[in-house]
C-alpha cells in the first residue's frame, strides 16, 4: 500500500474509462448506453422527462432526506459520528439517505435520477455526490453516484453493502443499517481510491516510457489525445484489490 | 586397717563440719546484704536503686553482700561469693560482692550463671577485672564495695548489649545470607518482567503510531471527463437496485 496520507491526486483529468468499464444505465428503461447521450436511444428518456413526472420541488440533500418521517426520531445524530469518519476519509464525498414511499408503479431509479440532479444548492461537489434512495412503498432501494465519483464504483462490491443495509431496514434496525453502511462506504472509498492510484500510476508509467518515432504524432495536443484513448483499460485481473474484501474491511473497519 | 578406716572418718567427719560451719543467712529480698547497715542508709538505697534497675531491665543479678559471719575454715573469699551467687541468684547471669567487715580480706567480686557461656571464655573476666581496677580506686572500703557493684553491673550491662548487638547483626546477616539467592532472584524476576512489561507497551506504542500512519485519511480522488447524460447535469442515474427483504415475523 502506498502512503494514503493527504495524498493529492494528480491536477490532470483522466478519462473515465481509464478506472471503470461498468455501463451507463438508462434509468427508465434499463438498457445499456453505448455512448454518454442526452436522450436514452431505446426510450427517448431525458431529465426532462423526468421533471414532468415529479412537478414538485426536490429537496435539499442532507444526510437524512425523511420527508414522509419514516426513520426513527434522532437517527441522524446516532449515525452523525461514522458518517464524519467517512467524510475524514474521502472529503471529496458527501453522502445522502433519502426514504420516501412512492406511489406504486413510480420508478425509484427516475426517482433517484431526478432528485440527485434538481436538488437545490447544487455546485462541482454534487458530482462526488453518493445518493443512496429507498423506496418503502415498493421495497427497493438504489445507490446513485455522481458523475465524477461514477468511475470509481464498483457495482458488486457497492451492492453487496447496500444489500445489507436493505436486511437491517426489513428488520426496522435502521441505526445499524445505516452505520454498517457508512463502515462499508468507508472500506469501499479506500478500496476504490487504492485501485484508483494504482491504476494511474501504472497509467503514468506507460506515458513515460519511449514511444516508438514512427508512432510519435506531431502536434502535442494529440498526442495528449491519443494517450487519453490508449489509457489503460481495467480489467479484472489487474484489480490490486480482492473482490471480496467488503465484509471482512468492515469488520476491522469497526473494530478500529 | 581400722586405723585408716578411722582416719577417713575423721577427714570425713571434718569436711562435714567445715560444711556445716558455712550458715547462710536468709537471702536478700533486694540486691543488698547489709544486716548490720554496715554500708550506711544512704549507699545502701543507691545501691538497690541501681542494681535493682540492673536486674529488671537487663536480667543481671548483682548482689553486694556484707558478710558478717566470718569466713568458714579453709574457705576462700572467692569462694563464699560462688556459693553465695549460685545459692541466691535469681537471674543465669549475676555477679556477687562480697565483703567481710572488720578483716584482713579486700571486697572481693566474682560472677556466674548459665549466661556466662554465651560469652566468650575470657570476656566476662575480663570485664569483671576492668569493673575491680575502677572499684578499687574509691579511699574508703564502703565507697569501693559500693563503687565494685556499680561497676560490675555497669560492665556486665555493656557485655550484654554488645553481646545482643552482635547476635543480632550476625543473625541479620545469617538472614541475609540465606536469603540472599532468593531475594536476588526474585529481583530478577521482578526487573525482567519489567523489562518485558515495558517492551510491550513500547512496541504497542509504536503498532498504534504505524497504524495511524497507515490509516488512510483525506484521500483525493483523480479527476475524470464525466459521461454526462440524459440531461442530467450533476448524475447519470442509479447502477444498481436492491429489494428490501420479506420482513421475518
Known sequence: MSDATNTKSSPRKYSARAFTRAPMVCPHCQSKLEQPEDTCGHCDFDLSQCTKAFPFVAPPLALIIDPAQLLPEGIEKEIRQTYQKVRKRARQVELSFCFVCLQAGVSIEEFAFWLHNTAPGADKARAWHLLVVGDLTSGRLTLTTGYALEPFIKPETWEAALQELAACIADDQWKEGLNGFLVDVRVLLTDAWQTAEWRRQKNHRRREAPIPSSDQPKNGDKAQESAEKESPEPTDEEDPVSKDRGRTQRESATSS | ?249
Open chain 2, 1 to 249: 586397717m581400722m586405723m585408716r578406716l578411722l582416719l577417713m572418718l575423721s577427714l570425713l567427719a571434718h569436711t562435714l563440719a567445715v560444711g556445716q560451719a558455712i550458715e547462710f543467712p536468709y537471702p536478700p529480698t533486694g540486691q543488698v546484704l547489709d544486716a548490720g547497715s554496715w554500708l550506711g542508709d544512704e549507699r545502701r538505697s543507691r545501691l538497690e536503686g541501681a542494681l535493682g534497675r540492673y536486674r529488671k531491665s537487663y536480667q543481671i543479678d548483682v548482689m553486694v553482700v556484707v558478710w558478717e559471719r566470718g569466713l568458714p575454715p579453709e574457705t576462700s573469699l572467692e569462694e563464699l561469693a560462688e556459693r553465695v551467687g549460685e545459692t541466691w541468684a535469681r537471674e543465669p547471669l549475676w555477679v556477687v560482692i562480697l565483703h567481710i567487715p572488720d578483716s584482713l580480706h579486700r571486697p572481693t567480686a566474682v560472677y556466674g550463671g548459665s549466661d556466662t557461656k554465651k560469652f566468650q571464655e575470657e570476656v566476662p573476666a575480663v570485664a569483671l577485672h576492668s569493673a575491680v581496677l575502677r572499684g578499687m580506686k574509691e579511699r574508703t572500703t564502703r565507697a569501693q564495695v559500693e563503687a565494685l557493684g556499680l561497676e560490675a553491673g555497669e560492665e556486665f550491662v555493656f557485655l550484654k548489649n554488645r553481646r545482643e548487638f552482635e547476635h543480632k547483626e550476625h543473625l541479620a546477616h545469617q538472614q541475609q545470607q540465606l536469603q540472599g539467592p532468593e531475594g536476588r532472584h526474585q529481583s530478577m524476576i521482578f526487573r525482567a518482567v519489567i523489562a518485558t512489561l515495558l517492551a510491550l507497551v513500547a512496541v504497542g506504542v509504536v503498532a498504534l503510531l504505524y497504524l495511524r500512519r497507515r490509516r488512510p485519511s483525506d484521500l483525493q480522488f483523480p479527476e475524470t471527463r464525466w459521461r454526462r447524460r440524459l440531461g442530467g447535469k450533476w448524475s447519470g442515474g442509479g447502477q444498481f437496485v436492491v429489494a428490501l427483504p420479506p420482513k421475518i415475523s
